[in-house]
């Protein structure tokens, strides 16, 4: 069985229950980080509806997160949701304004090494996982 991630009739991703059950959790959870609403409805039949406005408003604020912080786990907890959530917004024909913008370091998210303050997050890296994560989803 699978479940939709739909935005009126443009259907932006069809994966199996418990991946979606997953995603929508980790939505919920990483909301709260950046306390922006994720534009995710609740599930009707097999559909997730997706407010695109919302949505991307949500993942803008987590790739700025992402973008600005220089904690290693932090941001590689977040990259596998940002880049799944990164493919449904390119299949929407959106785009999110955060990975163009200037970054600046978030004082609560430092993390110092031996060589000092460890580099902000890498839009690149982004990059790369949303092509890895677009070919192994389904619509």
């Known amino acids: 069985m699978s479940q939709y991630f739909q935005a009126g009739d443009l259907v932006l991703w069809n994966p ?3 991946v979606a ?4 959790r980790t939505s919920k959870a990483v909301a709260e980080l950046v306390d922006v609403p994720t534009g995710i409805g609740p599930m009707r039949a097999d559909d997730y509806e997706i407010d ?3 949505f991307v408003g949500f993942l803008d604020a987590l790739v700025a997160q992402y973008l600005s ?6 941001r590689s907890m977040l990259e596998g949701f940002i880049a799944t959530a ?6 929407a024909g959106r785009n999110v ?3 163009r913008a200037t970054v600046t370091l978030d004082p609560r998210d430092v993390s110092v090494g031996s060589g000092g303050i460890r580099p902000l997050g890498d839009p690149e ?3 790369e996982l949303v092509s890895k994560h677009a070919a192994a989803m389904p619509r």
């Open 21 to 24: 059950e997953l995603f929508v």
């Open 86 to 91: 990164l493919v449904m917004v390119d299949r």
């Open 16 to 18: 199996s229950n418990r």
């Open 69 to 74: 912080s220089s904690h290693t786990i932090l």
């Open 52 to 54: 695109l406005d919302v």
């Open 97 to 99: 304004p955060s990975l």
């Open 125 to 127: 890296r982004l990059y």
